[in-house]
């Protein structure tokens, strides 16, 4: 089966720019998340989606980052403007849900971010 | 929120022998404990977990424990070789939400 896609595979932006990342889950994959992994931390949730909706998005920093799933497939997060701060491996990974069983969670290759 | 230890931070082993990465967690209501492999540069892998109601799990060379009463889990590599250099985390789930150790980098001597 196909893994989780993510585009662009790098990326460089100064300061104060904006930037998006574009993620495509595993087929029949509900559950949807997107983490921020910085050098030498694990990653760390910033928002899931369970197809089309939010259910967990408390360590998004709202001001600056936003993401949305239409239609419950493809998701896109963007930050606007970015801080030097936001360098980091920004990961998509999906599960088929986060209930009851099939959680298990699959990673994309990730999107390496450098804020400079 | 929940709070995943993972100690730890690097471990050099000589090939063969054994490696052991442990974590703690702080909610009980935790559930569900994967353990993932990330080879530098690339995504991390799912290479075994746990759920609440099994005290272990194998998978030939790897295997992880888990004591609830404690809140801590552990991974246990045998006859590490030298492809299992990588960093290793360990996660915690309260059926939804993962929360990640901060990772363990473990070298294989050869």
């Known amino acids: 089966e196909a893994g989780v896609a993510q585009s662009p595979r790098y990326k460089i932006i100064e300061k104060r720019q904006s930037v998006a990342f574009w993620c495509n889950p595993i087929?029949?994959?509900?559950?949807l998340y997107w983490y921020q992994q910085i050098l030498g931390q694990g990653p760390k949730l910033l928002i899931q989606f369970q197809n089309n909706g939010v259910v967990d998005d408390s360590q998004l920093p709202k001001d600056r980052f936003s993401a949305e799933r239409l239609k419950g497939v493809d998701s896109t997060l963007k930050i606007q403007p970015a801080k030097l701060e936001d360098s980091a491996v920004y990961l998509c990974?999906?599960?088929?849900?986060?209930?009851?069983?099939?959680?298990?969670?699959?990673f994309g290759p990730g999107t390496r971010l450098t804020v400079t | 929120g929940e709070n995943v230890e993972q100690h730890p931070s690097t471990l050099s082993v000589q090939e063969g022998d054994s490696a052991v990465i442990k974590c703690t967690y702080s909610?009980?209501?935790?559930?569900?404990f994967p353990w993932y492999k990330q080879e530098l540069g690339k995504r991390p892998q799912l290479i075994i977990d746990i759920r609440s109601n099994v005290g272990e799990k194998k998978d030939q060379r790897i295997a992880v424990t888990l004591n609830k009463t404690a809140k801590h889990f552990s991974l246990h590599i045998t006859e590490t070789q030298p492809e299992d250099s990588a960093v290793y985390f360990c996660a915690a789930s309260n059926d939804y939400k993962l929360s990640f150790g901060a990772g363990t980098t473990v070298t294989v001597r050869a």
């Open positions: 909610d009980s209501a935790s559930n569900y």
């Open positions: 990974a999906s599960s088929l849900r986060f209930r009851g069983g099939g959680y298990e969670q699959y």
């Open positions: 087929s029949g994959h509900a559950t």
